[in-house]
């Protein structure tokens, strides 16, 4: 009898160890895939999701069809010429994108260091946030799919698609029933404004609509590739203060060809507050570690960033008074340095743009928004250093760019920095053209009456310095400064000589050479090229000719003096 309790006791001791282990197990498997992050869905459509996603991952590779890889779609025929029809007023080719598939497959193209990372596994989740404004549906519906097929689930709150009152009807009922059949487990959802607000206050209402710990906006016509959001995701969970780019692949708008970048770029500006590519600085290069760690970059292009939801709404979002497009992606990475955050491009996140030749929606009023919201952030960013958005933008004087009290009091309230402290910092390789140099402003041949003039020729190119009568009003294409090492510049690039007789000057990347050094004779009031001796010439050419170099003589061609001397 007792020994019969003690073995009965025994059983159900081991019974008892047996379920517990059991227990911890199942436990700790469920915490492995992520089980507890689950908080708006049911277990059950968790579940379904989850294979969803292994299986997409598992067959991405098997896909065939037109674009299927990234690859390439070239059309023939009738459809080619329907494309071509289409082409201008939806600035990329909607007919190629259609044929494509909404899941179509992706090369994977990140460093292959990228591959062997391994994160955390609990990472914060994160609300992507796609606006769209009269977008197509194949670009609209393939980022959606992209962002689904590829974050793994546990990382995804959702994925919102934000409407900023877009009118054509395939985004009305249409839309809301292929979300509902496609995603039952809402983790795609349609959120409207009520009025057309612009990508800027269309941002903050996805924002204001988000949950996740982590906001994520992309553009409506983009790709998420292969591993994109456990990077972004990761790097916010150790500093929720970084504002996080991905690397924008190129997808081609003719083709839809998904192409990687190639090099990796950070963010500048120029001066007219436009928005460049340049290359990562060498101290940057020698700050990181690694190839694939992030790269800090002084600005950022605007349209796909990450940032931890709660940082995002302290430092202030986006500036509500700013219409329609342009302008805020300046706004804000100037915002987030200054006032003590950092914004990174993180090199193994990889997601794919559509580049459009233009924009395929209105401007209400046909109002210059870009240029309005530049002098919004001019005006509460860039302390004096406003000045030299002006100079390029001197029509915009006296435009009403309505009350930015509030922007003002966040600043302060915030406690920023300085723009001179964002320049010295932050981006100390930006050219200012009117400070430590020897002179700057109109290079002008006083015979004449005509100034050395870019004469608006695309300043992301090489081409040849010309002429223009002098603008005493100030143009922005004659302002050139030259510097202490005696380089004759522009904000990016150089003039350069080769020193033949009656050669033209073009403009070229900066190098610090001997042929682009020019010594200025104040008291001669010639610019001589130091490599060759020879001087600075009109050739006696007249207004919108090209400027060239001519063995030195007496002649009055070749007198030049500079608006602006600050060395004594
Ligand atoms: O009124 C509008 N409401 C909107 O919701 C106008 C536009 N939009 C949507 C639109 O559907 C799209 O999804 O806003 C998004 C951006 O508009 P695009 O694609 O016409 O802009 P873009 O790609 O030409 O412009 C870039 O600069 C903009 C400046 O305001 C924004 O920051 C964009 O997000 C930005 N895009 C990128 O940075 C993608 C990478 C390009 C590069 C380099
Ligand atoms: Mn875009």
Redesign the pocket.
Known sequence: MVMGLARSFRRRRSTLLFSLVLLLLLLGGAYYFGFFNVTTSSLAQYSVRYLRYQHYKQTEAYREGPGEKGEPVYLEGEEKKLADSLIEKEAFNRIASDKISLERSLKDVRDPRCKSIVYPSDLPKASVVI???N?AWSPLLRTAHSVVNRSPPQYLQEVILLD?FSDKDFLKEKLEQYIAATWPDGIVRLVRTQE????IR?KVAGAKAAVGDVLVFL???CEVNTGWIEPILSRIKEDPTAVLCPE?DLIDKDTLQYAGTGSYSVGGFWWSLH?SWRPVPKRESLRRKSEIDPIRSPTM????LAADRNFFFEIGAYDPGMD??????LEISFRVWMCGGKLEFIPCSRVG?I??SS?P?TFPGNKDTHGINSMRLAEVWMDDYKRLFYTHRKDLLGTDYGDISERKELRKKLNCHTFKWYLDNVYPEKFIPDENVKAWGMVRNPDSGICLDTLQRDEKTVFDVGMFSCQNGGSASQVFSLTLTNELRREEACLDSSGQDGSRVSLRPCTGQQNQKWIHDKSKNTIVHQASGKCLDTGGQKSGDNVVVNTCSENGNQKWTMQHYLDK
């Open positions: 606006i769209f404004h977008e900023d057309r607000s612009g990508l269309a553009d409506s016509h924008i928005f292009a605007g349209g796909l329609v497009w342009g302008g805020e992606n743009h580049f459009r924009h929606y």
